[in-house]
């Protein structure tokens, strides 16, 4: 095959709308560092995960974010797995990530933008994007009080300074953690949520027809200066003309503050980090994009995922 899917990972082999092809394929992971059985905590949280975006788990209304949305966290679930796959096969001399904080950081991964979903009770608040600026913050709170129910108490409270890592509300340098080896399992994650979801084989569509929803109704696509109001993204095509920007600030984030982890996928497959392929092909198209529009990117409907 020589095209890639658009709902298939950057291997063309996984789908990345189905939970069940996602956790196999971890579970497959899990298999061949450990040699054990998937365990039942991951079990736990991949059904958890999809009741959660469902809406079904108790609590909580359905996701209504679409960029933001379930195949998003099963892109970057599957990311994560894959770097830590990688980097425990190329760690030679640096500390092992042990069965339990594998299994800490697939959790993480799952429930890192859980911040996007609304309470039952919300009255505040009409759509899960107006808590982007926060949704890291409210998704380290769910994981405090989440990971005890499924048997992981003694890791609660690092797991909200590991979300961190993918989010913009504290800087990096800031995160303070008890071991060095919480920085990395929140280095990996970092990076997992840049180069899965810039690497989507529809990566450009959503962000113009996707994202750029959610920056409004977030008050991300105007900011407020002393001079007043400043206008960052006009339209969807306007974010879509800066992506190349984008790529260049996510590049220094993912060499610089994340100390350059996403390059443990070059080992997981073999060679070639088929995500950064995949992210600079998307770049490159971004860059080809006429101010006025005239390559038309075709619309990408609401998520159908599960």
Known sequence: MNFRRNDFDVTNRINTTDPVCVKLEVERLYRSLYARAHPTVLNRAFDDVVRLYRG?????TKCDTEYHDLQH?????????????????????GPAIPERLFQLGTVCALFHDMG?????SDTRHRAGAEYTTTHVSRGARFLREYLPTIGMPEHADVAGLIVHFTGY????????????????LGSLLGSADIIAQMSD????EKCRDRLYPEFVAGGIARKRTDAGEVVVFESG????RKTPTFYRNATHRLDVDLGGAYQFARTHFGGNNLYMDAVKQNIRFAERIHPQGE????RQPPSTCC
Not at 116 to 120: E, F, L
Not at 201 to 204: E, P
Not at 295 to 298: A, D, N, Q, S
């Open 56 to 60: 079904d788990f108790p609590g909580y």
């Open 73 to 93: 966290v099963l892109e970057v679930t599957l990311a994560m797995a894959r770097l830590l796959d990688g980097y425990e096969r190329s760690r030679a001399d």
């Open 116 to 120: 996007y979903i609304r309470r039952v």
């Open 169 to 184: 509300e504290r800087p990096v340098a800031s995160i303070r953690v008890p071991d060095p080896i919480f920085k990395l």
């Open 201 to 204: 084989r529809c990566y450009l």
């Open 237 to 240: 095509e306007d974010l879509l």
């Open 295 to 298: 390559i038309v990117l075709r």
